[in-house]
């Protein structure tokens, strides 16, 4: 008879728990875990004991205690305990010559900063270039940081070039903190300018931003002005929204929080906000690109051809991406290509735009194949005799004559295309967006009927006007444009609503509501959200 054999494997519940054999890997693993609990007291402990026993230390164990050091660095009650540990750890691992990487570096710039000493956070930056190693934004905010909270605006404004040295760009957090820096230290033109970079970096700013900008404007009367001819020009080169030339006007500033209605009309002042473009620079740029790309993939004469007739033919306002139309919802049985579809976008268009044709993009296969069909030739032959179809050769991509000549126009373009596909990756352009906003013009057809999708009335940016006022969109939590607050920032002189502004001539006023405007003008002034121009040229632009 057998007997059960003594050397059967172990049960799970009978199998030990596998241990590091290695004291080093052993000692990681544990400083893991605390860091992971944030239990910076039994770090300290584990590595008083690696210290005892010897233990060979590397640039892991030395970046976990640092990271832990620096995280209870703000703490009241363990503030001391993490400096004082925080800076032996570092020179320890400096005198056994491991060298810091941009973790040990931010860390130790991170004590630094703690204890007060921005200029050593700053140093231990710029010796980063000793190891070959880049900085991050975020080993900059230490010194960055520290400087601005002790007013020290030269060495906070030399962290800033540095940072823009290194290729690197700021954020919201740190354009908030240089921005709040200058107006304490009152440097006028530095806010203007900080002003000009959060506009450029955030569609929107956080609370904490706002108050930031509250403060200044509620305490400030600048009274620094720039030609009203000049101002218009700027506007109109920058694409909207902005001019750069300093602030306008004189006298304290009208501060409000309110709301934006549909149009794009701010209900604190009455002002009407800008649908904000990609400035004359991106744009050529842009195009450029775009007439670059196609060269190297369509065929060189036919691509040059359509750019010699598009100069000889500049009037147009709308271009129309016909495939797309056409070919819209046709994946039925008898769908193909909707002639009627696109005839009514092609109407639409002409009336919108006070009886000016559009430009109709589409390859010349389609027209022969609509030419050839008895119920449609009539139609086509139509369109020829008024300009509006642009028809592209064999072998040709529609997208980049449509996409090139809507740049280089600066028109309106009419397409659900969402140009995500590789040709629009190509051009990796972080305007894009900026210029789909103001350009692209979105259809749907509703049980045979047409319905456009205009470009928005307004952006939900930073907005400077012509008049010197601001409008700066706040965070908002809801999907609801409707509801985002907005700052308004004007002249008592500037703002329309007189009734309202009448009595703060003297003081800076924050109201705090959902319109700032009087009842009276609220009940007299109706929302009309069909006030968008037409066209997508800057030219013809409605202020």
């Known amino acids: 008879m057998a007997t059960p054999s003594h050397h059967q494997n172990p049960t799970p519940s009978t199998k030990k728990k596998k241990t590091h054999k290695n004291p080093e890997a052993n000692f990681l693993y ?13 770090a300290i402990s584990l590595y008083d004991s690696a210290l005892s026993n010897n233990t ?60 007060g000493d921005g200029d050593y956070a700053f140093e ?121 030339l300093g602030w306008i006007g004189e006298g304290k500033w009208v501060v409000k929080k309110g709301n934006v209605e549909p149009n794009g009309r701010c209900c604190c002042c009455g002002e009407q906000l800008d649908c904000v473009d990609i400035d004359d620079v991106e744009t050529e740029k842009f195009a450029l690109s775009v007439a670059g790309l196609a060269l190297e993939r369509e065929v060189k004469a036919n691509f040059r051809e359509f750019q010699d007739w598009l100069e000889k033919n500049a009037a147009y306002e709308a271009i129309v991406d016909g495939a797309n139309i056409g070919l819209y919802q ?74 090139y000549a809507t740049v280089k126009l600066r028109c309106l373009l009419v397409t659900n295309d969402e140009m995500r596909d590789h040709i629009f990756e190509l051009l990796g352009s972080s305007f894009f967006l900026k210029w789909k906003e103001r350009h692209q013009v979105r259809y749907t057809f509703l049980k045979g009927a047409l319905k456009l999708q205009m470009p928005p009335a307004y952006s939900i940016v930073i907005q400077e006007s012509e008049k010197g006022s601001w409008h700066v969109p706040i965070v908002c939590d809801s999907d609801e444009e409707s509801l985002r607050s907005w700052l308004c920032i004007t002249r008592p002189g500037g703002c329309t609503d007189e009734g309202k502004t009448g009595s703060t001539m003297d003081t800076c006023e924050i109201v705090n509501g959902p319109c700032c405007k009087s009842s009276e003008n609220r009940n007299n002034e109706k929302c009309d959200d069909k006030t968008t121009s037409m066209t997508g040229k800057r030219k013809e632009r409605s202020p």
């Open 30 to 42: 544990e400083l893991n875990s605390c860091s992971k609990s944030k239990d910076l007291k039994a």
């Open 56 to 115: 060979r230390l590397n640039q892991s164990h030395f970046n976990t205690l640092l990271y832990l050091c620096s995280t209870f660095a703000t703490d009241p009650d363990s503030k001391d305990l993490a400096l004082r540990y925080g800076f032996r750890v570092f020179d320890h691992m400096m005198a056994l010559n491991i060298h810091p990487n941009e973790a040990s570096i931010t860390s130790i710039a991170r004590l630094s900063a703690a204890k």
């Open 124 to 244: 231990m930056v710029k010796k980063l270039g000793d190891y070959q190693v880049s900085p991050r934004l975020r080993t900059y905010e230490p010194a960055l940081f520290c400087f601005c909270q002790r007013l020290e605006a030269e060495k906070a404004y030399e962290v800033e070039e540095d940072i823009d040295k290194m290729g690197l760009s700021l954020e919201e957090p740190q354009i908030a903190a240089l921005l709040k820096l200058s107006a304490d230290t009152w440097r006028g033109e530095r806010v203007y300018n900080y002003l000009h970079k959060l506009r450029r970096s955030v569609r929107w700013v956080s609370e904490e931003t706002c108050k930031v900008l509250e403060d200044w404007f509620c305490c400030k009367a600048s009274e620094i002005g720039s030609d009203v001819g000049s101002v218009k020009e700027a506007i109109l080169r920058n694409g909207g929204g902005w001019h750069g």
């Open 330 to 403: 046709q994946n039925f049985a008898e769908g193909g290509f909707s002639v009627l579809q696109l005839d009514a976008v092609i109407k639409e268009m002409y009336t919108r735009s006070g009886n000016k044709w559009p430009l109709v993009i589409l390859h010349n296969k389609r027209v022969r194949a609509l030419l050839e069909n008895p119920s449609h030739r009539k139609l086509v032959e139509e369109w020829m005799a008024n300009g509006v179809l642009y028809t592209t050769p064999h072998g040709s991509n529609d997208d980049w004559y449509w996409l």
